[in-house]
């Protein structure tokens, strides 16, 4: 499963960008220079590889936050955090997990409110696992539109309280929800 997100992920991000309103910097599959750097390449991003990419993909935003524990249990929302991840940070989009669950528990008779410490742990999991079985088939495809809904509203603030993320708006909203 991963191994497909990560290259839906590299081919909808492309090759090398460098855009001037883009707090990111210079970027290559998706990783910016400072992911880069932080996962040990030195080099120039115009020559960053694609394996790279696929190795810091797959450990930074699916193992590390612990995606991978939540594919476990529903493939279509550990695919929706991967994405929200890449774009937003896996601890942004592992709180928007937690804020909807806590707002799909029916006032804690389904299960108890989560910390909102954005790390998918023992608690998570455990509202995770209790969503899905009491809501049943459909609890996936709202998790994720819950899911979706936070990460637009937070697209259109940064948009608002930026001026120069206007440019990636459109962008963000037409390839990152739905």
């Keep these: 499963m991963i191994d497909e997100l990560i290259e839906a992920v590299i081919d909808r991000e492309g090759g090398f960008v460098h855009h001037p309103a883009d707090r990111g910097g210079a970027t290559r599959f998706g990783i910016t220079e400072a992911v880069a750097r932080a996962n040990g390449y030195a080099g120039d991003m115009r020559h960053f590889t694609r394996p790279a ?37 896996p601890a942004v989009a592992t709180a928007f997990l937690q804020r909807a669950l806590n707002a799909l528990n029916r006032g804690g008779s389904d299960y108890p409110d989560i910390v909102l410490d954005g790390r998918i742990g023992p608690q998570t999991l455990a509202a995770l696992d209790r969503f899905l079985a009491t809501r049943g088939v459909r609890a996936p495809t709202v998790l994720v539109k819950a899911i979706e809904a936070l990460q637009g509203e937070r697209y259109l603030t940064l948009a608002e309280q930026r001026p120069a993320n206007e440019a990636f708006l459109y962008g963000w909203l037409a390839n990152r929800l739905g």
């Design 53 to 89: 990419a696929q190795s810091i993909y797959r450990r930074a935003y699916w193992l590390n936050p612990g995606f991978d524990r939540v594919a476990e249990r529903s493939p279509r929302v550990a695919a929706e955090l991967f994405d929200t991840g890449v774009n937003m940070g």
